[in-house]
């Protein structure tokens, strides 16, 4: 039998002893409160980037290939198929890429006249992640013979032009001359990011390429998605390297540098409140055990007396830091783990979307961040503990035994 444990798991087990027993409340509870704001910070925090980047990346992609234009206008100048698509293949680190292409337009509707850019995409085209920004309909069905007239809009244009679902609708397009054509909202999406629901319509490509009477093999420019986002600077400098020299690569932390920038910005935020949780933890968690010690003085000067020497006292006191220690975190793992999951099935606390993005507050289920927290909570915790237990060395016993 370990001595040591034996005797700590004796410490405050009597109920009689009510200071030692609220001291011992004290410490469990900031230990699992510590812990369960930070499990939530983590979630929280990584569910507004997953969140953030799924909205960004349904309509932005990781790269985008385009040509190289001093004039910076929405349409670009067009560049051929062929010559990208050989240059991009072969990059392991590459998911999916597609083309896409770009057309200025001004919806007419009886009462409002809208502008906007109409964005076009093939069967090529992943609209996984658009799927998840439909609030109705559906996404554009493709033909093989002829050009789809269904187009995606976005909830905000759809307001503003009292368009529903299934409506026809008109869109003039300013060229020489000007072409007019009808289209059927097909779906309605909301990303909440005011960048894409204010400008962008989808449709099929192939009536821009009429439009613009390119040919089969002729796009705006083409977006690629890479299997790991952590390596965009590695992968783009290899993109880049392969490009003919009339293109340009574009970044999306560089297109929307103010949300990737807001984003660490929010990053720094939490590691600072979670450094001072911790540190507030860690206090209470010393506090309350050298209060033990204080009050088991005369135990100590027993024990000595007996033979026990410091590091065999040491323990004594460590082993019951532990145990509150661990006790704190079963309970902040509890509060932290249930607060998360009655938020993601439930989205019970709302946002507003237009300084947030979203309507509700996003949890992001991490296991690994949640392993790590515990790990470092309990670490710092146990290295803190070993401070007050040092001044067991100071405590002579004969003046132990007189103490009380």
């Avoid at 050298?290 to 460590?318: C, H, S, Y």
Wanted: net charge positive; hydrophobic share 45%; charged share 20%.
């Amino acid at each position: 039998m370990n001595i040591s444990r034996y005797i700590s798991s004796k410490i405050g087990a009597s109920g009689g002893d009510s200071f030692t027993s609220s001291v011992t409340k004290i410490a469990i509870i900031s230990i699992a409160v510590g812990l369960a704001i930070m499990i939530v910070s983590f979630s929280i925090l990584q569910g507004f980037r997953n969140e953030i980047q799924r909205k960004i990346f349904s309509f932005g992609a990781h790269l985008q290939i385009s040509k190289y234009d001093t004039n910076n206008s929405f349409e670009g100048k067009p560049i051929g198929t062929n010559s990208v698509v050989k240059n991009l293949k072969g990059i392991p680190e590459i998911q999916h890429y597609q083309p896409y292409a770009f057309k200025t337009a001004i919806i007419k509707t009886d009462e409002e006249v809208y502008g906007v850019v109409l964005k076009g995409v093939d069967k090529s085209y992943d609209f996984k992640p658009m799927q998840q920004n439909l609030v109705a309909g559906k996404i554009i069905s493709f033909s093989d013979t002829a050009a789809s007239n269904d187009i995606m809009i976005s909830s905000q244009i759809a307001s503003k032009l009292r368009i529903k679902l299934g409506d026809k609708v008109s869109f003039f397009f300013i060229q020489n001359p000007p072409r007019a054509r009808r289209f059927r909202v097909k779906g309605i999406f909301k990303t909440g990011l005011e960048e894409f629901d204010q400008v962008y319509v989808l449709s099929d490509m192939q009536h821009i390429r009429d439009l613009n009477k390119w040919s089969d093999t002729v796009v705006t420019g083409y977006e690629i998605m890479l299997k790991d986002f952590n390596k965009i600077d590695t992968v783009a400098s290899t993109v880049f390297n392969r490009m003919n020299y009339d293109l340009q690569l574009e970044k999306v932390t560089d297109q929307y540098a103010q949300l990737f920038d807001w984003m660490k910005l929010l990053n720094q935020n939490v590691i600072i409140f979670l450094i001072l949780i911790i540190f507030v933890a860690t206090f209470n968690m010393v506090s309350s055990v050298f209060i033990m010690i204080l009050e088991r003085t005369n135990m100590i000067g027993l024990l000595k007396a007996v033979g026990a020497t410091d590091p065999q006292i040491r323990q004594v006191f460590f082993h019951k830091g532990l145990q509150l220690t661990i006790k704190g975190l079963i309970y902040g793992n509890v509060i932290g783990l249930g607060f998360c999951a009655f938020q993601y099935f439930t989205k019970i606390i709302p946002l507003d979307p237009e300084n947030y993005y979203m309507d509700t507050v996003p949890i992001a289920w991490n296991p690994g961040i949640v392993i790590i927290l515990n790990i470092v909570t309990l670490g710092l915790t146990m290295l803190a503990i070993l401070i007050p237990t040092y001044m067991i060395a100071k405590i002579k016993p004969v003046a132990a035994i007189k103490f009380d």
